[in-house]
């Protein structure tokens, strides 16, 4: 049998990566149907209020058909009504791995087999950011930390920013068990960059750090672990890059005692930081 996949999109814009997705699934899949999140989805959803630049859902579809990318049998918008039919006909759900689709894909669709793709463009970070490594104390290769690594970089992947996706974790020094984890998000939305623009867009990597609409992994985890009332003091962080000099202060405040990082920063004003506090600095490969 073949697969009947639901391709669930939110498309405030027509850019690049949506035009390939869009072609790409459609041409390997003939019995794909795009779903255009409609308006009374995202309202539901409770984010993206402030897109002042998005199209209407039904704008987005008309110009879908007139470029023939898709006939007209094989998109609709997405509306609550639709979510039956679509359970009840389509054998898979392909959407992007962003909070608003996401979030409709796992009320409306638990227990349906999911497949996430990614949606942002993403800048050549090896071009952008220089990445510099920090003259750490030492390497581990221990097959825990290694694996504590990967987690933090996987989380790292969640994270829409286009040009570095960071994840952190802390544990407890005594069982290296997690104890909270964090990832760069944007702020007060994931989506604040692309409705007003991203001060970073104009400023050299590694410079003026503190100028951003994002809040960093390490941050993060750092923070929420205040708000769930965890003490930080000589817990280790698993970091997939090297924390920047803000991070790093944050770091030497809560009494984090180990970092273990994975690839180097754009700017290490944080390594002297935490080396003058006896942060230990630990490469994982
Ligand atoms: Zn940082």
Redesign the pocket.
Known sequence: MKESIALILYIPVIHRRYVEIIREWASAHELTCLYIVGEEMIKGSGVLTHEIRALDPQTVLDIIVRTGWLSLDHVDILTPQKIPAIRKYCTKIVTAREGLTMGIVGRCFPDMPVEYIDTFLRWDTTRVAATHQPDHHRVSTHPHHVRLMADAKDLGNRSSDWWRR?GAIIVDPATLSPIMSGR?EHMPSEYAPYIAGDPRDVIPAGTS?EISTAI????SAIARAAASGLSTRGTYIFTSTF??????RLIVRAGISKVFYHEGHSNLD?DQLMRSANVEIIQVP
Not at 216 to 219: D, L, N, R, V, Y
Not at 243 to 248: I, L, V
């Open positions: 960071v760069n750090p960093h992994a390490e941050g924390p920047c000099a803000a991070c790093a944080g």
